[in-house]
């Protein structure tokens, strides 16, 4: 049990009985109404999703590539591809003719592909390769053929909006199968991402253990806010960029004319600022302009932001937000809906030191602190605990001393009181379960 402590399964696990209400992740649409999963709903959707893999032949250890963009139905298929013991690798299509797509699926030797339905007739257009699809009546799965590829055999349509039968969440909520592989190790690979760089035309493909990623996740909450980027990590979000698959294209293959446009953006951007009760933002350059020139019609003179930074960098439309009531939030915006993911739910999943009741008390809204104060908080009253202890000790000690000395004067030849010896024996008991209670405490937390 100790090792499955440091895997994502085991800790979805725990918090969807901790805290099955918090809030997990959130979809705006186009016409901004808002839709969400709580923990519970997550992890449940999760498993049913995994079973659906295990019946389609997918093998703990197999690569499954998606390019399902940021939304609820892409955390879904991550979580999931994860429950089957599969290593969910996200990818973008939206890249130079398509060879990057190709590339990675071949290196992986991946045989299941997830697609979005929207992009895929892009897929199609981006890639010099032949796919031949074949879809089955009444089934989101479809058999693949494509020359350059012969391991893909399978691949999955996930239509965001409607569907052919069934879109693909009201399908995970009426099916009753659920599963999750137990066989998770902390030296599990976890997952696959890919980068390209903005000078070169190669792809970079890195792969993440539960391990690894944990603690990693546990160091950027180390760090110390220098600037307005290390501030956000006093509500560590590090899940939220990195656990959906956002991947960072470099200049050299990305191709924002493919993008779809959204009416009214900057608009949309201002309405959740104010909806989300956002204190803080990473925002394009080109969309600050645009908000500038609307933000008086909705905020009344009074500052949108407190804090603003401005990215460069132009993957899958990535915002970040810090949140006033200190459970951060990030939004991201892929082709056709704003996505908002709960910061204080995925960072629980990284903390190997979060305790039941402290999940409990962050899931309510009235006492939204964040996991970093209450992880320094925890660690630091192990440290006053032991101060505690060591202080009453030598107070004893001194008071044993003063008692021996003053009896010894009082009556050279004579015994000790009894009752100065129960008083030191009861001072001595209750020194002694404070101790322990303070022991078992640092071992719930730890």
Not at 5 to 11: E, S, V
Not at 235 to 254: A, C, E
Not at 324 to 343: D, Q, W
């Amino acid at each position: 049990m100790a090792d499955k402590q440091m895997t994502l399964i085991h800790k979805f696990r725990e918090l969807s009985r901790a805290s099955p209400q918090m809030e997990a992740v959130v979809s705006y649409d186009e016409a901004m109404v808002r839709s969400s999963l709580n923990a519970e709903e997550l992890y449940t959707l999760s498993a049913r999703f995994a079973y659906l893999l295990q019946q389609e032949g997918i093998q703990p250890g197999d690569y499954v590539v998606t390019t399902v963009p940021l939304s609820i139905e892409a955390t879904i298929i991550t979580f999931g591809t994860l429950f089957a013991g599969a290593v969910p690798a996200n990818l973008e299509i939206t890249f130079k003719n398509g060879e990057a797509l190709l590339q990675c699926l071949a290196k992986l030797k991946s045989r299941h592909m997830i697609v979005q339905d929207e992009p895929w007739s892009e897929v199609l257009k981006f890639c010099k390769s032949k796919f031949e699809v074949t879809f089955h009546p009444g089934s989101i799965m479809a058999d693949v053929t494509v020359p350059r590829l012969p391991c893909l055999e399978r691949m999955m349509l996930v239509k965001r909006s409607g569907g052919r039968d069934q879109s693909f969440i009201e399908l995970l909520r009426t099916s009753r199968n659920e599963y999750v592989y137990e066989g998770i190790t902390p030296d599990t690979v976890g997952w696959f991402t890919f980068t390209t760089g903005t000078e070169t035309d190669y792809i970079r493909m890195t792969e993440f253990t539960h391990n690894t990623a944990i603690r990693t996740a546990n160091l950027m909450h180390l760090c110390k806010k220098t600037t307005c980027r290390n501030r956000l990590y006093e509500n560590p979000w590090f899940w939220v960029s990195s656990l959906p698959g956002d991947i960072l294209n470099g200049m050299t293959r990305v191709m924002p004319d493919k993008w779809r446009v959204i009416n009214d953006y900057p608009l949309m951007l201002v309405k959740l600022i104010k909806t989300e009760g956002v204190e803080q933002a990473d925002i394009q350059p080109l969309n600050v302009k645009p908000m500038l020139e609307i933000v008086n019609e909705f905020t009344e003179g009074e500052p949108l932001l407190e804090f603003l930074e401005c990215g460069k960098g132009a993957y899958s439309f990535n915002l970040f937000f810090i949140t006033n009531s200190r459970s951060a939030v990030g939004i991201f915006l892929p082709s056709s809906s704003l996505y908002v993911s709960s910061c204080l739910f995925f960072s629980s999943l990284s903390f190997s030191y979060v305790s039941s009741s402290m999940l409990r008390s962050s899931s309510s809204s009235s006492s939204s602190s964040s996991l970093s104060s209450s992880s320094s908080s925890s660690s630091s009253s192990s440290s006053s605990s032991s101060s505690s202890i060591i202080t009453i000790i030598i107070i004893i000690i001194i008071i044993i001393n003063h008692y021996h000395q003053h009896h010894q004067h009082q009556h050279p030849r004579g015994r000790f009181p009894t009752c100065h010896l129960r008083a030191i024996v009861i001072v001595i008991v209750v020194v002694f379960a404070f101790f322990m209670i303070s022991i078992i405490h640092i071992l719930i937390i730890i």
